[in-house]
T-cell receptor
Framework: DTGVSQDPRHKITKRGQNVTFRCDPISEHNRLYWYRQTLGQGPEFLTYFQNEAQLEKSRLLSDRFSAERPKGSFSTLEIQRTEQGDSAMYLC?????????????FGSGTRLTVV | AQSVTQLGSHVSVSEGALVLLRCNYSSSVPPYLFWYVQYPNQGLQLLLKYTTGATLVKGINGFEAEFKKSETSFHLTKPSAHMSDAAEYFCAVSWFDGNQFYFGTGTSLTVIP
């Protein structure tokens, strides 16, 4: 068990480019979550998967954002046509069972800078 | 509506002194309450949680918190600060029928030698 892994750790991209982040949860965890954290703020919920099904999406997840978890294991978060306002830390977390009761295990995050 | 309020975005204490980080929530239904810690360039780590049962909960690294329903508070304390406690601390709430946490804006703890 190596914890929740996120790749890359840092990404610098030009405005308008597409970016994709990957998250590998703890292998036995069936639930996976994406959060966004901007400077000086707490994390904000983006979306949640149970196995391969995306069960909940925040209104923060605009049409430019898409998340997948194709085989119920790793997940990807894609941002199309990036904007400067997308600059943030993107955090992935996983849990076995109800994470909001037991708590999540977070990854170290992917820091996105849009220039 | 703001669900979680953390009073004091920055707290400084001397090494060995009491640590008190404040968290208040607003909800008509008692939530589940959590404290997470975040070290620089790291993800969040669960410190402790209250879901049901005893209102005084103990967590890792000597931290504890007490759920006070009448005050809608869940303050985090540690009797004696250590240099390694310097980090960002987040209070978070959730509910039994929800799938997400609502986090406060965080409190940055500085420990002065």
């Amino acid at each position: 068990d190596t914890g929740v892994s996120q790749d890359p750790r840092h990404k610098i991209t030009k405005r308008g480019q597409n970016v994709t982040f990957r998250c590998d949860p703890i292998s036995e965890h069936n639930r996976l979550y994406w959060y966004r954290q901007t400077l000086g703020q707490g994390p904000e919920f983006l979306t949640y998967f149970q196995n391969e099904a995306q069960l909940e999406k925040s209104r923060l997840l605009s049409d430019r954002f898409s998340a997948e978890r194709p085989k119920g294991s790793f997940s990807t978060l894609e941002i199309q046509r990036t904007e400067q306002g997308d600059s943030a830390m993107y955090l992935c977390a996983s849990s076995q069972g109800q994470g909001t009761y037991y708590g999540y295990t977070f990854g170290s995050g992917t820091r996105l800078t849009v220039v | 509506a703001q669900s979680v309020t953390q009073l004091g975005s920055h707290v400084s204490v001397s090494e060995g002194a009491l640590v008190l980080l404040r968290c208040n929530y607003s909800s008509s239904v008692p939530p589940y309450l959590f404290w997470y810690v975040q070290y620089p360039n790291q993800g969040l780590q669960l410190l402790l949680k209250y879901t049901t049962g005893a209102t005084l909960v103990k967590g890792i690294n000597g931290f504890e918190a007490e759920f006070k329903k009448s005050e809608t508070s869940f303050h985090l304390t540690k009797p004696s600060a250590h240099m390694s406690d310097a980090a960002e601390y987040f209070c978070a709430v959730s509910w039994f029928d929800g799938n997400q946490f609502y986090f406060g804006t965080g409190t940055s703890l500085t420990v002065i030698p």
